[in-house]
C-alpha cells in the first residue's frame, strides 16, 4: 500500500526550480533514498513532504489524503535534520521525550518509552546527558531517538550520516537497515553517499537538478544507469560517445563488444572499470600506458592512456598488476559494457 | 530557506506589521508626537512656518560656538575612550585574573550612573574642594579635562563591553594560522584579529560619540558656564531663557546629526554581523603570560583604579564626611524633610520607592515594547525593518530635555491627559530603555536557529508551542539582562524626568540635582549620599546581571 506520493512537486525560488515535477510513491515499510549531488533539490523534497516547503505546484498525499491544508505538526512525519538540530538546553531524555510531550504523553508512560528508546539506538541510560556533552555519533543517536519516539508513519532522514567519519558510517548504516525492517519503519532518507545509499535502501532514486534521473532498486541503478550523469555520479568514469550495430561499438578506444539485444545506434556507451581485461602480452588488443596504479584494498585500480581517445580506467587483481609507465593491452567484457539508454 | 509562494511571504509580513504595531503607536505617540509639538511651537508662529529662524539662530556666534565645542569635545572623548578602553577590552576579553567577574562588573556601574551621579562624583574628585583640591590644589571642574575624564568614565564599559564581547569570541586558532603561515605576532593581530575587531570597534566609537555628543547631566554639572553642549544649550533656552525658538532649531540640528550618526551605525552594524567563527569566551582567556601581559594587565588595573574606582570611592567617602565627623549623619537627614531647607515637599528618602516604583513600571513597558520590536526585526528584511531598527535608537540621541517638555505640553488634554497620572514618568523613561531591550535581544533572538523551531514543529508542536519551547528557553537569559539594563537606565534618567516628576514625587536623579542645585555642606552632603545611594541599587542590580551574563552571545552595551 502506498503510504506517500508525491504528484508533479515543484517548488521555485523565484525563476529556479529546485524540484521540478517529481512524482514519487514510497510504500508502507519500504526504505527508499534520494541520491544526488549537494544542490539537486533532495533535502527540499523531505522539506516538502514534512511541510516546511510550501510547493509551487503539485500535491503531496500521505496515506492517500492531501496535505496541503495540514500544518507541519499535525502531519505525524519524523525528520531528522542534517546536523540533528538537538535541543541545546535540554538533555537527552529531554529530547526524545520532546516529540512525546507535545502528542500529550504523561511523564511516566513518556520515561519509559525514552529508556527504551535510547536502549534501540545504543545508549541506555543516557537520559540525562547534556547535549553538548555528546559526540558526532551519539549525537546522531539520539536524534534518531527522537525522531522515532513519537512512531512517526513516515520516518524522513536528511543525510543521516553525513557527519560521521567513515568507520563509523559504515558500521550504523548496517545497524540502521536492520533497525528500520525490525521496526517495520518507512523511511525517506536522501544523501549524496552512493554506498549509503546502496547499502540502506530498497530502492533508490537518483535526483539531478530538481528532477528525478533514475529510480530503481540499487542493484538495477548499479547495474544499467539510465543516462551518463547516473554512471558518472555513480563514480563511473569510462564513458565515451560510440556508433551500436551489429553488437558492437565503435567508440574512441576501437571496437567494444556490447550485450546482446542493445539499443542500436549514436549512443553513449559505458565500460566498468572490471570489463576492462589486461590481457598477455603478444595478444591484439587496444594498447595503453599505465599512467597510475592505486591500491585500493581488494584490488587495484588502474589509469591507462591509450594511443587515442580518453583515459581508461581499469581494475585488476594484486598479482600480476603492471607498474607505471608498462605497455598492456586490453579487450573488454560485454556483460560489463552498458549502452546508455538516453541517446547521444 | 526562503518562503517559495506570495501567499506565505504576505503572511510573514503581515506577521511583523502586526508585531511592529505597538511599538510604533507607542514611539509616534510619546515619542515623535512630543517633540513634533515641540519644533512646530518653536517655528510656527501665527503667520504660518517660520524656517528663516533655523538659519538665524545658526548665525548666532554663540551657537555657532555650541556647536563646535559639542562636536569637537565628542570627538575628543571619543578618541580618550578608545585609548584609555581598549587594552581594557583586550584584558578583560583574553586575561584571567583573580576578581575579573566584579570587576567587569564595577567598570559598568558607570555607564547605568545617572549622569547626575557622575558628574557630582567627579565633582567631588576634580571640583573645588575635592580631593585633588585639597591634596594638590589641582582644580579641574573649570577646565575641559574633567568633562572628558567624566565622559571615559561613563563610557569605558561602552567600549569594554562591545569590542571585549566579540574579542572574547574570536577563534584564536585564526591567528595561529597566521603564525603558521608565517606571520609575526603584530602581524597576526594587525591582519586578523584586528579586521575581525574593526566594525566592533566602530560600533563602538559611534555610540560613545553618540553619548558623548547628547551629554546633558556631567556638562550641566561639570561644566560650568563656560561650556554647553546643545542638549545643555537646549535645556537652558528652555527651561531658564523660555525662548522656544532657538530650543526648536537646536532639537532640530542635535536630530539631524544624531540621524547621521545612527545612519552610519547601522551600517557598521550590519557589517558586524558577518561571518565570524565565534567560540566558547572560557575557552579563549588565559592568565597573563610574559612580562608585556603583565604590564599590560597592570596597567589596566591601574587605569580603572584611577578612573573609574577613584570617583566613586571618593563619592562614598563624602557622603560620610559629615560635619560632625564621619558617620551617617547625610543619611540620617535624608529622612527628613525640612532637612533640605525647604528643598522637598517629602523626606528625600522617599526618592528611593517613587524611583524604585517608576522604575519597574518603565522597565515593563520597555519589555513590552522592545522585545515586540526585537521579535519583529528578527526576521530580516528589507530596508523599511532596517529603518524601523534605526529609529529604535533615535530616544537614545534626542533631547531628553526635549522629550520631556514635549510630554508636558502634548499630553495635557483629553483623551490623552496624562499630566497628573504617575504612569507619565515611567512612559518617558521606558523610552531610553526600549533601545537597550532591542540591542540585548535582537542578537540573541536572531542567534536561534530556524532549524530548532522546524525540529519541534515536526515533532508535533504548534508554532505558538515551538516559541514556547525552543525561543523562550534560549532567549530568556537575554530578556532578563535586558530587563536589568533597562532598569538601571529608567533608574538614572535625568532629562526627561526632571520636566516631568511632581515635586511631591521626586526621582532619586532629580532629588541629587535638586540637592546639588542648593548651596551648604549639609545640602551637598545628602546629594552624595544619595549618589551613593542610587550607585549601589545600579551595582547590586549589575552584579545580578553579571551573574546571568550569557556564555556566547555579545550584546552591544
Known amino acids: 500500500m502506498t503510504l506517500l506520493r508525491l504528484d508533479g512537486v515543484s517548488v521555485r525560488f523565484g525563476d529556479r526550480a529546485v524540484v521540478d515535477a517529481v512524482d514519487l510513491e514510497v510504500a508502507e515499510h519500504e526504505i527508499v533514498c534520494v541520491l544526488g549531488p549537494s544542490g539537486s533539490g533532495k533535502s527540499t523534497l ?88 555528546l559526540s558526532g555519533g551519539e549525537q546522531q543517536r539520539v536524534a534518531l531517538a527522537r525522531a522515532l519516539a513519537p512512531s512517526p508513519r513516515l520516518l524522513m532522514l536528511d ?31 536522501v544523501t549524496h553517499d552512493q554506498g549509503e545509499a546502496f547499502a540502506l535502501a530498497d530502492r533508490v532514486v537518483v535526483m539531478r537538478d530538481g528532477r528525478i534521473a533514475q529510480a530503481g532498486t540499487p542493484l538495477e541503478v548499479w547495474q544499467r544507469p539510465a543516462s551518463e550523469f547516473v554512471a558518472r555520479f555513480l563514480g563511473f568514469e569510462n564513458v565515451v560517445p560510440a556508433t551500436v550495430s551489429g553488437g558492437a561499438a565503435a567508440t574512441p578506444w576501437g571496437k567494444v563488444p556490447v550485450p546482446a539485444g542493445a539499443p542500436e545506434g549514436e549512443r553513449r556507451l559505458l565500460i566498468r572499470p572490471v570489463g576492462v581485461r589486461l590481457e598477455a602480452a603478444g595478444t591484439d588488443g587496444l594498447s595503453c600506458e599505465v599512467a597510475s596504479r592505486t591500491f585500493r584494498g581488494t584490488h587495484v585500480a588502474l589509469l591507462l592512456r591509450p594511443g587515442a581517445g580518453p583515459v581508461l580506467e581499469a581494475e585488476c587483481s594484486l598479482a600480476g598488476a603492471p607498474a607505471v609507465g608498462d605497455r598492456v593491452r586490453v579487450s573488454f567484457t560485454p556483460s560489463e559494457v552498458v549502452v546508455l539508454p538516453d541517446g547521444p | 530557506m526562503r518562503d517559495a509562494s506570495p501567499k506565505a511571504g504576505g503572511r510573514a509580513t503581515a506577521v511583523r506589521f502586526a508585531l511592529m504595531a505597538v511599538p510604533l503607536a507607542f514611539f509616534g505617540l510619546f515619542f515623535a508626537y512630543p517633540v513634533a509639538a515641540i519644533v512646530g511651537r518653536g517655528l510656527k508662529t501665527d503667520e504660518g512656518w517660520q524656517f528663516g529662524r533655523i538659519g538665524e539662530v545658526l548665525a548666532r556666534p554663540d551657537i555657532a560656538g555650541v556647536l563646535w565645542f559639542t562636536t ?75 568633562i572628558l575624564l567624566a565622559h571615559v568614565f561613563f563610557n569605558y564599559a561602552v567600549v569594554v563591553r562591545t569590542v571585549g564581547g566579540l574579542w572574547a569570541q574570536l577563534d584564536p586558532r585564526q591567528e595561529e594560522a597566521a603564525r603558521v603561515l608565517g606571520a609575526g605576532r603584530f602581524a597576526a593581530w594587525r591582519r586578523v584579529t584586528l579586521p575581525a575587531l574593526g566594525p566592533a570597534v566602530a560600533a563602538a566609537s559611534l555610540m560613545v560619540f553618540l553619548f558623548t555628543f547628547t551629554s546633558f547631566g556631567v556638562v550641566q554639572i561639570l561644566g560650568g558656564p563656560s561650556y554647553s553642549t546643545l542638549e545643555v544649550e537646549v535645556y537652558r533656552q528652555t527651561a531658564q531663557l523660555l525662548d522656544l525658538p532657538t530650543a ?21 552594524v550590519r557589517r558586524r554581523e558577518g561571518a565570524l567563527r565565534l567560540v566558547d569566551p572560557a575557552q579563549t582567556a588565559h592568565r597573563p603570560r610574559g612580562r608585556s601581559q603583565r604590564i599590560l594587565l597592570g596597567g589596566v588595573l591601574l587605569s580603572v583604579a584611577l578612573l573609574i574606582v577613584a570617583p566613586l570611592a571618593v563619592l562614598v567617602e563624602r557622603s560620610f564626611d559629615a560635619p560632625g565627623g564621619y558617620g551617617l549623619g547625610f543619611y540620617r537627614a535624608l529622612q527628613d524633610a525640612g532637612a533640605g531647607g525647604g528643598t522637598f515637599l517629602v523626606p528625600p528618602l522617599e526618592a528611593i520607592w517613587n524611583s524604585l516604583q517608576y522604575a519597574l513600571a518603565a522597565t515593563a513597558i520597555a519589555l513590552f515594547v522592545g522585545g515586540l520590536a526585537a521579535a519583529a526585526l528578527t526576521r530580516r528584511g528589507g530596508s523599511f525593518v532596517r529603518g524601523f531598527d534605526a529609529l529604535l535608537m533615535l530616544p537614545l540621541g534626542v533631547s531628553a530635555v526635549t522629550v520631556g517638555f514635549g510630554f508636558l505640553i502634548t499630553l495635557d488634554e483629553p483623551p ?34 530556524g532549524r530548532l523551531r522546524e525540529a519541534a514543529a515536526v515533532l508535533g508542536a504548534s508554532p505558538l508551542r515551538a516559541w514556547r519551547e525552543v525561543d523562550l528557553p534560549l532567549v530568556r537569559r537575554a530578556l532578563l539582562i535586558a530587563a536589568g539594563f533597562a532598569f538601571a537606565v529608567s533608574l538614572g534618567e535625568f532629562g526627561a524626568t526632571v520636566f516631568i516628576a511632581r515635586p ?54
Open chain 1, 159 to 189: 543525510e543521516p550520516l553525513g557527519q560521521l567519519d567513515r568507520g563509523l558510517r559504515e558500521r550504523l548504516v548496517v545497524e540502521l537497515r536492520s533497525l528500520f525492517s525490525r521496526l517495520g519503519t518507512t523511511v525517506l532518507a
Open chain 2, 72 to 146: 569637537w569635545q565628542a570627538f575628543a572623548s571619543t578618541v580618550l575612550t578608545l585609548l584609555v578602553a581598549l587594552p581594557g577590552a583586550y584584558v578583560f576579553a583574553r586575561l584571567e585574573f583573580p576578581g575579573k567577574q566584579l570587576l567587569r562588573a564595577l567598570v559598568t556601574v558607570p555607564f547605568v550612573l545617572p549622569t547626575v551621579v557622575v558628574g557630582s562624583a567627579f565633582l567631588a574628585l576634580v571640583g573645588r574642594g575635592g580631593l585633588l583640591d585639597e591634596l594638590w590644589g589641582v582644580r579641574l571642574d573649570t577646565t575641559v579635562w574633567a
Open chain 2, 248 to 268: 526648536a532649531v537646536l532639537t532640530m540640528v542635535q536630530f539631524a546629526a544624531v540621524g547621521l550618526i545612527l545612519a552610519v551605525h547601522a551600517r557598521t
Open chain 1, 46 to 133: 523531505l522539506r516538502v513532504v514534512a511541510g516546511l516547503q510550501p510547493v509551487s505546484a503539485g500535491r503531496v498525499l500521505l496515506g492517500d489524503a492531501d496535505q496541503a491544508a495540514v500544518p507541519v505538526h499535525r502531519r505525524g512525519v519524523g525528520l531528522m535534520f542534517q546536523d540533528h538540530q538537538l535541543f541545546p538546553h535540554r538533555d537527552v531524555g529531554g529530547n526524545v521525550a520532546f516529540g512525546l510531550r507535545m502528542r500529550g504523553a504523561s511523564g511516566g508512560s513518556s520515561a519509559a518509552r525514552v529508556e527504551e528508546l535510547l536502549e534501540l539506538v545504543g545508549l541506555p541510560g543516557a537520559g540525562r546527558r547534556a547535549v553538548a556533552s
Open chain 2, 416 to 449: 490623552l491627559d496624562l499630566r497628573t497620572s504617575w504612569i507619565l514618568v515611567p512612559l518617558a523613561q521606558a523610552l531610553v530603555g526600549v533601545p537597550f531591550v532591542v540591542r540585548t535581544m535582537l542578537p540573541v533572538l536572531r542567534a536561534v536557529d
Open chain 2, 504 to 557: 511631591d514625587h521626586p526621582t532619586l536623579p532629580v532629588a541629587v540635582a535638586r540637592l546639588l542645585g542648593r548651596a551648604g555642606e549639609m545640602n551637598y552632603g545628602q546629594a552624595m549620599a544619595l549618589s551613593t545611594i542610587l550607585m549601589l541599587v545600579c551595582a547590586v542590580s549589575l552584579l545580578l546581571l553579571e551573574r546571568l551574563r550569557p556564555a556566547t552571545t555579545s550584546g552591544e552595551f
